[in-house]
């Protein structure tokens, strides 16, 4: 009896760290105009050091995702990855000198049923950002999600970061955030009324950003009905 208790826990519990995971996107924050730049896409919980493998179980689920560069002069270009043991990989050369942003989005997530954990039925909709600092002077970020939620990086202070958390263009007020680290180490904090957030950075070291927000609409995707769509954005700083 006590083996069958443990066995459904250790499920229980390897489950909700699946749903707990997120994709976040990894890159050299600053970058050299002609030089050629690696960028990385990850799946797994980067404060507990677990990351998923390309071909293993959770990876597949959420491999359908698209990833673009913006230059400084706001054109966006699609880039093509390749998958490694443990990553997705591509390469961009920036040509001119300014902010780069880099946005990751995937709504092509299957609808999954956790009513057994008191979750209820839905879709994921991910979402990442991140920045590349080409000299220059350093811009905002661009906010680039129509349908769901984004991070804007709005402060070139070394010392401390600012962002904004939009939802549908709109800043998102009261939002709950979470800073995290590998070692288990994380922060809370919130969103003002304008959707702005602000934090040291202590450390150099990485930093995973990450927020949520519950979309509490009903829809179906490939045939399957939802109760509503979760929505996740990481935004990554490597100090």
Same mark, same amino acid.
């Not at 519990?13 to 997120?22: G, W």
């Not at 954990?117 to 680039?144: E, P, R």
């Not at 990485?206 to 769509?229: L, S």
């Given at each position: 009896?006590?083996?069958?208790?443990?066995?459904?826990?250790?499920?229980?519990?390897?489950?909700?760290?699946?749903?707990?995971?997120?994709?976040?996107?990894?890159?050299?924050?600053?970058?050299?105009?002609?030089?050629?730049?690696?960028?990385?896409?990850?799946?797994? &919980?980067?404060?507990?050091? /677990?990351?998923? +493998?390309?071909?293993?179980? !959770?990876?597949?689920? %959420? $491999?359908? @995702?698209?990833?673009?560069?913006?230059?400084?002069?706001?054109?966006?270009?699609?880039?093509?990855?390749?998958?490694?043991?443990?990553?997705?990989?591509?390469?961009?050369?920036?040509?001119?000198?300014?902010?780069?942003?880099?946005?990751?989005?995937?709504?092509?997530?299957?609808?999954?049923?956790?009513?057994?954990?008191?979750?209820?039925?839905?879709?994921?909709?991910?979402?990442?950002?991140?920045?590349?600092?080409?000299?220059?002077?350093?811009?905002?970020?661009?906010?680039?999600?129509?349908?769901?939620?984004?991070?804007?990086?709005?402060?070139?202070?070394?010392? &401390?970061?600012?962002?904004? /958390?939009?939802? +549908?263009?709109?800043?998102? !007020?009261?939002?709950? %955030? $979470?800073? @995290?680290?590998?070692?288990?180490?994380?922060?809370?904090?919130?969103?003002?009324?304008?959707?702005?957030?602000?934090?040291?950075?202590?450390?150099?070291?990485?930093?995973?950003?990450?927020?949520?927000?519950?979309?509490?609409?009903?829809?179906?995707?490939?045939?399957?009905?939802?109760?509503?769509?979760?929505?996740?954005?990481?935004?990554?700083?490597?100090?």
């Amino acid at each position: 009896m006590k083996k069958s208790i443990l066995t459904i826990l250790l499920a229980l519990f390897a489950t909700m760290q699946t749903f707990a995971h997120f994709l976040w996107i990894e890159t050299s924050p600053t970058g050299k105009i002609n030089r050629e730049q690696e960028i990385r896409v990850y799946f797994g &919980e980067y404060n507990y050091d /677990v990351i998923e +493998k390309v071909d293993g179980e !959770a990876f597949p689920k %959420v $491999k359908d @995702f698209t990833l673009w560069v913006v230059d400084p002069s706001g054109t966006k270009t699609e880039l093509k990855t390749t998958a490694f043991e443990e990553y997705y990989s591509t390469k961009f050369t920036p040509t001119k000198k300014g902010t780069y942003t880099v946005l990751l989005n995937n709504n092509k997530i299957d609808v999954v049923d956790y009513t057994q954990y008191d979750f209820g039925i839905f879709k994921t909709h991910y979402h990442s950002v991140t920045k590349i600092q080409v000299g220059g002077k350093n811009q905002d970020t661009v906010a680039s999600n129509n349908e769901g939620i984004t991070v804007k990086h709005v402060s070139d202070s070394p010392k &401390e970061v600012k962002l904004q /958390v939009l939802y +549908k263009n709109k800043p998102l !007020a009261k939002n709950e %955030v $979470k800073v @995290f680290i590998s070692d288990l180490w994380s922060k809370t904090l919130h969103t003002d009324d304008n959707g702005f957030v602000s934090f040291k950075l202590p450390w150099k070291t990485k930093y995973i950003i990450e927020t949520t927000i519950k979309e509490e609409v009903p829809g179906k995707y490939k045939g399957e009905d939802y109760q509503f769509i979760w929505h996740c954005v990481t935004y990554s700083i490597n100090q």
